[in-house]
């Protein structure tokens, strides 16, 4: 077990700094001085020594070589470098806005779950049948609609029916918590519907071959009732699969955010990202990919403990 | 023509897979609108009238205009043809070098795999959606044959890993058949059980994936060009029918919107729908 988390975490370290390498220097294949951008991109205008003076202080008047190794080092110590643009420390302009984006990601994903497992297990006791095939054509449209015309959709739906939309601006769950549920609440049913969609086709194939196991055959002949050995018996083995595919969805799913936040107007990092590249902001999109990878494997992490606790077999080899 | 076996095995398709059959007959529509969508198209993609912005759907303007008073039905069939193009190559290209990678890591295994395997978990670590972004943003815009290169590229590449991992297991499991072992000790070529003996028992699951990929990379597109760095007005391409302005007239004229997105969701469909059904008829398990 030790040499496993050695291995597990060298792996994880390693990861890391390739992404951080990889983004790095990706970067800084950038055209023009981000620096010289912040200044002139608004048509005004900057003498050479104010700039040679900013991109000093920003330290992107070094070589490259130096501002690598300060990188790296700056991520060893959790520091991200300075924004360019609002010249804030990264990690808290990220810190500000992370919040409401897990919030988002979170109901997402409990809303996916709860439509995903019915729609699989339906799909699965009806194998073959016409009624499988109605939940086939839901779940590759919940698929195919892009996320964020889904979302104008809706908007369009709660004017024309209720005449009320989720404030456009931000509001503090403190003062008025109805409306802030609502905010968070319509995106992530716009996020979990296409989520469900996925994981209810990988739920239903993997009931299928659960359904066919000796045991599941032993549980019926024993007189267990149909119910039971559906939701007891064999969902409870066919949901081992599909958390592994739910840890990397989640990481995938902070990723489709960055739409999402976006239609809707909400301040979380997906849109930071999209603002940070507009910008030519390099610390703030090293940052912000940084996170996106280190969420990635720690999901992945959890997933592979969490498999190792739930099935004996993964345990034993 | 009916005997032979290519003609058989479609025809066993379309009885089992009525849903399969339908994603066809989609995609050759839309092949064919694509094609000929001068020849169909009432009007010009690019005419402007700007005595007419911004109509509801009527006789004329079936599907309404936009704030230039271009017809969006005409729009909608010549965007078909870059949709389609940006799709299927990406999806063809990705695909094929992410299969490269991953039957190569599997059929070396040992040294080979191990580092291909954690190339591959970095560049899996970071969101489609985001490594495709901060790409497009680095490499700019190169227009080829009315094709914007970059973008392409910005798309297959995090194509790549997601394949050569799909494959990889594939092959793996190909790789310990007898018959494998029987080519090695006769003595063929790597190159030789490569080609001849292991891809062709994994063309299955390249179909699915690439039917998969083309799906993914027409949603992409729209995501990128709602984000304002796909695609470039004045083109018509869907994802930009679906940004900017029409974003902020939308609640007042829907038809700008709805459909554009519904011909993304329909060639979605389609695609999906296809790798779905080609997966339940190529796959021995679930075919009775």
Known sequence: MLKFLLRRSAQFIFTLWAVATLIFFMLRVLPGDPVEFKYTSDGGAITAEQLQAQRERFGYDQPMAIQYVRWIGGLARMDLGTSIWSENPVSEEIGSRFGITIQLAVTALVIGLLLAIPLGVLGAISRGTWLDQVVRVCTVTGQSVPSFWLAMLVLLALLATVGWIPSIEAVAFKERPWEYLAQIFVPAVVVGWRLSSVNARLLRSSLIEVLSQDYVRTAHAKGVAPSRVIWRHALANAMLPTITVIGIEFAGLLGGLVVTEQVFNINGIGRLLVQAISFSDLALIQGLVMLFALIYVCVGLCVDVLQAALDPRIRVN | ?288
């Open chain 2, 1 to 288: 023509m009916s005997g032979s076996p290519t003609f058989k095995s479609l025809k066993r398709f379309t009885r089992t897979q009525p849903l399969g059959l339908i994603a066809l007959v989609l995609i050759t529509a839309m092949l064919l609108g694509g094609s000929f969508a001068p020849q169909l198209a009432p009007f010009g993609p690019l005419d402007a009238r700007f005595d007419a912005v911004l109509t509801p759907p009527n006789a004329t303007h079936w599907f309404g205009t936009d704030n230039f008073g271009r017809d969006i039905f005409s729009r909608i069939l010549h965007g078909t043809r870059p949709a389609l193009l940006l799709g299927i190559s990406t999806a063809l290209i990705g695909s094929l070098v992410g299969a490269a990678i991953g039957t190569a890591s599997a059929y070396f295994g040992g040294r080979v795999d191990a580092a291909l395997q954690r190339a591959n978990d970095v560049l899996l670590s970071v969101p489609l959606i985001v490594a495709a972004l901060v790409v497009v943003a680095v490499l700019g815009k190169r227009m080829v044959a009315g094709v914007d290169v970059n973008l392409m590229l910005a798309i297959t590449l995090p194509y790549i890993p997601v394949m050569a991992r799909v494959m990889r297991t594939a092959a793996l499991s190909v790789r310990v058949s007898p018959y494998i072992d029987a080519a090695r000790a006769l003595g063929f070529s790597h190159t030789r059980i490569i080609v001849g003996h292991m891809l062709p028992n994994l063309v299955s699951p390249w179909l699915v994936m690439i039917s998969a990929f083309t799906a993914q990379t027409i949603l992409l597109e729209a995501s990128l060009s709602f984000l304002g760095v796909g695609v470039h007005e004045p083109t018509p391409a869907w994802g930009l029918m679906l940004s900017g302005v029409s974003v902020e007239t939308f609640t007042t004229a829907p038809w700008v919107i709805l459909f554009p997105g519904l011909a993304i969701s329909l060639t979605v469909f389609a695609f999906s729908l296809l790798g779905d059904a080609l997966r339940d008829a190529l796959d021995p398990r679930t075919r009775h």
